[in-house]
């Protein structure tokens, strides 16, 4: 059995995405916060879609800034394998994480390097799952349900999180809104394709050196 990562890896992927340093980037494992410890390692379905790609921006806002950045996530086989392509402020590929369906790599493109972060678990990103919460989270007040909300055409749950806020269709998180010591950070999809995607996407280039 392994832990979950069920909240806040979009935040805490988007803001290792802003480092300038391969030394300071985690897996997902050191910077997801775990809450639950029951569930099995081996799935077949992580989204209830078998393939697709979405489109998020993002912003996060501080005193003295104001950050919009752009990424893009692939998946295919139910999201056992996903990509998530990160885009400096000039809108050029800065860097990816993905999952092979058993291997995650972060692939730093202009170095044409990719540094293994692990056994894959649930991919890349976050599964939106309101029964994967603790009841004793939902019971205490701190996980509570909201109305539905529309995003893209697509019918959402929407649920809280000690203040943050978390919307999802079929498993797939569309929208993390966090706010915390004078930063809030929005992660929103913008465009959504439910279509084949190419197997090339979820491999290492074979010139990029492993590490």
């Known amino acids: 059995m392994k832990s979950t990562a069920i909240l806040l ?7 290792a995405s802003c480092s300038s ?8 494992e050191e910077v997801v916060e ?14 209830g879609v078998k393939n697709g790609t979405i489109q998020f921006e993002s912003q996060m806002k501080g005193a003295n800034f104001d950050l919009v950045g752009k990424s893009i996530v692939y998946f295919d086989d139910y999201g ?9 402020e000039d809108g050029m590929l800065k860097e990816s994480f993905l999952s092979d369906g058993k291997t995650l790599y972060l692939l730093i493109h202009k170095n044409k390097a990719a540094y293994k972060r692990g056994n894959t678990y649930r991919g890349t990103e976050m599964k939106f799952d309101w029964d994967e919460i603790p009841s004793d989270k939902k019971s205490s007040g701190e996980a509570i ?4 909300e529309n995003i893209l055409g697509k019918d959402c749950e ?40 190419s197997a090339e996407l979820f491999s290492v ?3 990029y050196t492993v590490q």
Request: aromatic content about 12%; some cysteine.
């Open 158 to 197: 929407v649920y809280f999180f000690k203040g943050s806020k978390f919307a999802g269709w079929k498993n797939i998180c569309l929208l993390t809104e966090v706010e915390g010591s004078g930063v809030s950070n929005k992660v929103v999809a913008i465009k959504i394709q439910e279509e084949p995607v």
């Open 145 to 148: 349900k909201g109305p539905n």
């Open 21 to 28: 340093t391969t030394s300071e980037k985690k897996s997902n």
């Open 34 to 47: 775990s809450y639950t410890d029951d569930l099995d390692a081996t799935f077949n379905k992580k989204y």
């Open 80 to 88: 056992i394998k996903e990509r998530k392509d990160t885009y400096d």
């Open 9 to 15: 890896m979009a935040t805490a992927l988007f803001i």
């Open 205 to 207: 280039p074979s010139d």
